[in-house]
């Protein structure tokens, strides 16, 4: 049971993580959560079809697809989540300044999806996997559910956090959630990158195990909020390293736009 | 935050879920070393069960026996597996007895304690003793996926409520929270509910040391606003009093000196300084009509009242100007019944007809009339005159607008204001108005009051019988 929890939890922290920053965020931009049933009905729908298709997905370019389709999934929502850290970052210093509306909800619903998506179709597997199959479903769904719970009431939390810290606070803070998030995306795209060998597999440089394993709870719990590795290799921590960077540029940029726009207004 | 009741829904289940499940967590873990020991205490006492017998009295080879069978009235499924598999060695390490489940080397090594190997495909906890009176070792062990399972069937058990309950809970804060908020809603609701003129305080039953401060608060702005109003009727009817006087006396000193001017040209000037005065007598007049008709200004004393009858009391007040004027009027309809302010609804039959007179040129046609129409009843009056073009309808019941700087047969400048007052009065009654061409050839009014109460609206009202 407890290996349940600690599964479940960790795939439905990094959806509720994100989602819920989303949806403090786009509130204090001032737009209405309008886009989050339909972004919902799709990742779910999506995470269903994902999970139910992963068999023909597998077989797909020459039986990576499965890999390549995780890292894509991956890789998009990274980079939805750095554009949305630009628009967070110069509605923070300009309210008004974050583009168009519709680009806004394009980018919250694109990563809702995509995030449900792949965390639901992670759960189901392990469900249906380890459940079903191997005959444990008592134990999958009571571990399963206090994982979810667990991970429901922090996104609780974290949204009644945000919205309660003033606009400008609430925006910040949700750029550095959307920064460390985008980053451990890319990490995680990284395994399924090398899995697929379009990376080359390399010599850790580190190995933390002794402070925080991957495997305890608060490394499963680090590394879905900022794609924590025990051992990472050169390439992980390059690219790790570069979308962080892209993010902090993104927001530099996205504040530079908004004071330009602050001093022709005024 | 954009909804209190989800909020504390919402926060208050967020934790309590929270708290329950990292308990059951640890509920859980404690539980699974509880059992843990538990089966390591019965793997013991087999032991030195087993321990018990005489070894040295079986003799003749190894004796190969049934393992030993835990009863499980738990889990009945799992209790024919959850079997202890033993051996008994001489102290040099010669077996002389072992279970079916027991392979023939030492399933452990010969050292006191427990211990966890592999044998037979599975994982076993195995525990050693050494009988020293009798000189020989005692093997137990057990299946670890059995007492693994076994341990979790029962843990869950008491885990599995703890989860069930989370969503009731919930349940039962969304309606606490929403009883709780009530009085809150009750007094959104009061608030809500007010006519405009109402500004008497606001009354709850039994209110919460929250809203105390609120609805104290609130209580307090309506207080304000009712003095500020009441200052405003004041102003009224002291600008009445301070305007009308003056203007009485101006009429007075005008008619003395017409009455004292010789020359003719003295006494052309006289007369229109006579008119300005009259204007300005009128527009005053108007200006205080307005205010007191104003929704926020006016107390409504609603009662049935026979509209037409009450048209022919307007008439009959109003006739010597439309004889001056040698308009030809007619009064059509029959007894119809509204809910109405008497003062009010003669103010707006008033200055329809005095408009239409206005801006009839001289013996020219008027009609007046009041029925009743479906529920409601209908007030349309009609005149001869140049009408109002169809895009200047909706501005003349702005204040103050006069459709073409007002120029008009009779000479009289009007106010502004006459469309502006009915409006005002129109709207009160909850009635609706709207402006035509009409048959005579002008401009048509008509007036739709809503049905009296109980739905009539020809002959006595239930009110009124």
Redesign the interface.
């Known amino acids: 049971?407890?290996s349940a929890?600690i599964i479940v939890l960790r795939e439905v922290l990094e959806g509720v993580l994100l989602i819920c920053m989303l949806m403090a965020s786009a509130c204090a931009m001032g737009h209405r959560l309008r886009w989050l049933p339909p972004a919902l009905i799709m990742g779910f729908a999506g995470a269903l079809a994902y999970g139910l298709f992963l068999e023909p997905i597998s077989m797909l370019f020459d039986g990576l697809g499965q890999e390549i389709s995780s890292a894509v999934i991956l890789l998009t929502t990274a980079l939805a989540l750095v554009v949305y850290s630009g628009m967070l970052a110069a509605n923070a210093t300009h309210a008004g300044s974050s583009g168009p509306a519709s680009g806004v909800l394009l980018v919250c619903v694109t990563a809702t999806t995509l995030s449900l998506l792949r965390e639901g179709a992670e759960i189901y597997l392990y469900v249906y996997g380890y459940g079903v199959q191997a005959g444990q479903m008592?134990?999958v769904l009571?571990g399963g559910?206090?994982g979810a719970?667990?991970g429901?009431?922090?996104g609780?939390?974290l949204y009644?956090g945000l919205?309660?810290l003033s606009r400008k606070a609430c925006l910040w803070a949700s750029a550095a959630i959307a920064m460390m998030t985008g980053a451990a995306q890319v990490m995680q795209s990284t395994y399924n990158l090398e899995q697929a060998d379009l990376l080359p597999s390399m010599q850790a440089l580190w190995d933390s195990s002794v402070l925080v394993a991957e495997s305890s709870p608060a490394g499963e719990i680090l590394q879905a909020a900022i794609g924590y590795e025990a051992t990472p290799t050169a390439v992980q921590l390059g690219l790790y390293a570069a979308s962080l960077l892209l993010s902090l540029m993104a927001m530099l940029l996205g504040r530079l736009y908004a004071g330009k726009r602050r001093e022709r207004k005024a | 935050?954009t909804s209190i009741r989800i909020?504390l829904t919402?926060?208050v289940s967020?934790?309590i879920?929270?708290i329950s499940?990292?308990s059951?967590?640890r509920g859980?873990?404690e539980s699974m070393v509880e059992a843990e020991l538990l089966f390591d205490q019965q793997l013991l006492e087999h032991a030195k069960m087993l321990s018990l017998l005489n070894p040295s009295a079986l003799s003749g080879g190894v004796r190969v026996v049934q393992d030993l069978v835990l009863p499980n009235v738990v889990n009945p499924e799992l209790g024919d597996e959850m079997q202890i598999a033993y051996q008994i060695f001489t102290e040099q390490g010669g077996l002389i007895l072992r279970s079916v489940l027991a392979p023939v080397t030492p399933m452990s090594p010969f050292e006191v304690g427990f211990r966890e190997v592999n044998f037979s495909g599975y994982r076993w906890r195995v525990l050693a003793i050494l009988d020293e009176e009798q000189s020989h070792w005692v093997l137990t062990a057990q299946r670890i996926d059995i007492r693994y399972d076994l341990a979790?069937?029962i843990i869950?058990d008491a885990?599995?409520p703890t989860?069930i309950t989370?969503p009731l809970a919930a349940l039962l804060i969304w309606l606490f929270v929403s009883f709780g908020l009530r009085p809150l809603q009750t007094l959104a609701r009061q608030v809500q509910a007010r006519e405009a003129s109402d500004l008497s305080p606001v009354r709850l039953d039994q209110v919460p040391k929250e809203l105390t401060q609120l609805s104290r608060s609130i209580n307090d702005l309506l207080r304000r606003l009712q003095d500020s109003f009441e200052r405003e009727k004041r102003f009224a009817a002291d600008a009445a009093h301070e305007l009308r006087t003056p203007i009485s006396i101006l009429k007075v000193q005008v008619h003395n000196l017409l009455q004292e001017l010789q020359s003719p040209s003295a006494q052309a000037s006289a007369r229109e300084l006579r008119e300005g005065i009259d204007a300005m007598g009128h527009l005053v007049e108007q200006i205080l009509e307005l205010n007191r008709t104003a929704p926020d200004q006016y107390s409504l004393r609603f009662q049935p009242l026979d509209l037409h009858a009450l048209a022919q009391e307007v008439v009959s007040q109003d006739f010597d100007r439309i004889l001056q004027r040698a308009q030809e009027f007619e009064l059509e309809g029959e007894s119809c019944w509204v809910l109405g302010d008497a003062t009010a609804l003669r103010s707006l039959l008033h200055n329809l007809l005095t408009n239409a007179s206005k801006y009839t040129p001289q013996g020219g046609r008027l009609r007046l009339r009041v029925a009743p129409d479906g529920q409601g009843v209908r007030c349309s009056m009609e005149d001869s005159g140049p009408g109002i073009p169809e895009q200047y309808r909706e501005r003349v019941f702005d204040r103050f607008y006069r459709l073409h700087g007002d120029q008009h047969d009779s000479g009289v400048s009007g106010s502004g204001l006459g469309l502006a007052i009915v409006k005002h009065i129109v709207d009160m009654h909850h009635a609706s108005i709207a402006l035509d061409r009409s048959a005579l050839g002008g401009l048509q009014v008509l007036v739709q009051f809503p049905a009296a109460a109980g739905g009539r609206s020809t002959g006595l009202p239930e009110e009124a019988a």
Request: charged fraction near 10%.
């Open positions: 049971m407890i929890v008592a134990s009571a559910t206090i719970g667990i429901l009431s922090l609780t939390f009644y919205r309660a | 935050m909020f919402l926060s967020a934790l879920l929270l499940f990292l059951a967590i859980y873990r979790e069937g869950l885990v599995v989860i989370v």
